[in-house]
């Protein structure tokens, strides 16, 4: 069974993202993993129904920005490969509020590459080629594209938000640690996630959660800003692939070929809405309205994923539309995920103008 007796340590493991890695690794692998996170505001820990009570899930309530009890847990758990995931991931908050940013993705990136390298230099011959740290990054890292082409491995950084400015600064913190000291690192740069378990404050989960109450539907600037989708389940599966056979000292970039204007994704929701949830007296479509755009908006992001497809065999499963339709009816079979989170104080209000 892939991954049978390696101990990997996911952090931000409670998050959107780390919480469907950690859901496949535990269904579909024989990985032991260890959950580290802070449990910051956009953790939720019923994003891992019947991790708790399985022999192969350990989870520690901890900060990568302490170094010492970091280390406390690599001897403890000896561990075979780290995928950090966490992160301060929302780009308004970045606008309004960008030191979280500086000090969870920088410096704490930073704490785990010192600690890993402390680990990786105290195991076997053998158990150090095996090991992996594996960082997960963003396309946000390349800035704007315009009209025409597409995000590749060689693509120049230009970062332009806290959030991807903070994001650029972790990955050359990991290049240089495999440049200057070898520890075996790989990083990823995938587009804009979706599906079940997303923290709504972001765009698609924000407009079910506020198309289902019958509030308005903010879409900011003239929503002609695109984004390149990515269903999170199928992230999950490239992930462990490149755990498990991504060449060290490499980047891959991860989408699923599906750039959609802003305003086609709010559009479509209202559409699932309106044949999944009736009951508003016309189209929730009426709901949109522009609002004041993002400062630094970046106007379009588009992954070219050939890479991954071409050397790991990785292919997207969902397309845009099966994987919005799946998200959508989620969200509405699943509205005690999502209220709890509103019940503690979370206000679906604007954030990020700066
Ligand atoms: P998220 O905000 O949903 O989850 C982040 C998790 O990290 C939370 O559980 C949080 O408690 C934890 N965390 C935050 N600060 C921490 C700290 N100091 N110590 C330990 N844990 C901490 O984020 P996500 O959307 O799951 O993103 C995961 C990673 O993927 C991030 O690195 C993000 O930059 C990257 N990414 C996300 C997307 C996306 O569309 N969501 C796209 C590209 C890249
Ligand atoms: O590209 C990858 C990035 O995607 C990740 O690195 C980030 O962690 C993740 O949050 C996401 O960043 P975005 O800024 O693209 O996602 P967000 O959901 O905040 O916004 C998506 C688009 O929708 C963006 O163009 C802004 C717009 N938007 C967003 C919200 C919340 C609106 O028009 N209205 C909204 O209410």
Redesign the pocket.
């Given at each position: 069974m892939r991954f049978a007796g390696f101990t990997v340590f996911v952090?931000?493991?409670?998050?959107?993202?780390?919480s469907a890695v950690i859901r496949h690794l535990l269904r579909d692998t024989g990985a032991r993993v260890v959950n580290?996170?802070?449990?910051?505001y956009?953790?939720n820990l019923a994003s891992l129904p019947g991790a708790a009570a399985n022999p192969n899930y350990a989870f520690e309530h901890?900060?990568?920005?302490e170094p010492e009890a970091l280390r406390k847990l690599f001897e403890k758990y000896q561990p075979d490969a780290v995928m950090n995931?966490?992160?301060?991931?929302?780009v308004d908050r970045s606008i309004d509020g960008p030191a979280e940013f500086i000090?969870?993705n920088i410096v704490?990136t930073f704490n785990l590459l010192q600690e890993a390298l402390r680990h990786w230099r105290s195991l076997t011959r053998e158990r150090r080629a095996q090991f992996r740290f594996l960082h997960?990054?963003?396309?946000e890292v390349f800035g704007s594209l315009g009209e025409e082409g597409l995000f590749t491995e060689q693509t120049a950084y230009a970062p332009n938000s806290p959030y991807s400015a903070s994001?650029a600064s972790s990955d050359h913190l990991v290049r240089a640690w495999r440049e200057t000291y070898e520890l075996p690192t790989i990083v990823t740069n995938?587009?804009?996630?979706y599906g079940p378990y997303h923290?709504p404050e972001?765009l698609i989960p924000h407009m079910i959660i506020r198309g289902l109450a019958g509030e308005s539907l903010p879409v900011y600037g003239d929503g002609q800003n695109i984004r390149d989708w990515l269903f999170v389940e199928d992230h999950a599966r490239a992930l462990t692939l490149v755990l498990e056979r991504g060449v060290v000292g490499e980047t891959y970039n991860v989408g699923g070929r599906n750039q959609r204007t802003n305003l086609h994704v709010v559009q479509s929701i209202c559409d699932l809405l309106d044949e999944i949830a009736p009951g508003q007296e016309s189209s929730r479509r009426r709901l949109i309205s522009f609002v004041t755009d993002r400062p630094g908006h970046d106007r379009r992001y588009a992954i070219d994923a050939s890479k991954i497809e071409r050397e790991l065999d990785w292919q997207a499963e969902e397309n845009f539309e099966t994987g919005l339709a799946k998200t959508v009816r989620w969200y509405c079979d699943n509205r005690h995920w999502w209220q709890a989170i509103l019940h503690r104080g979370y206000q679906k209000t604007r954030i990020g103008t700066g």
């Open positions: 952090t931000g493991g409670a998050g959107f993202i780390g580290i996170d802070k449990l910051t956009a953790a901890q900060c990568i920005c995931l966490a992160a301060e991931s929302h000090k969870t704490g997960i990054s963003t396309d994001k995938c587009s804009n996630n923290f972001k």
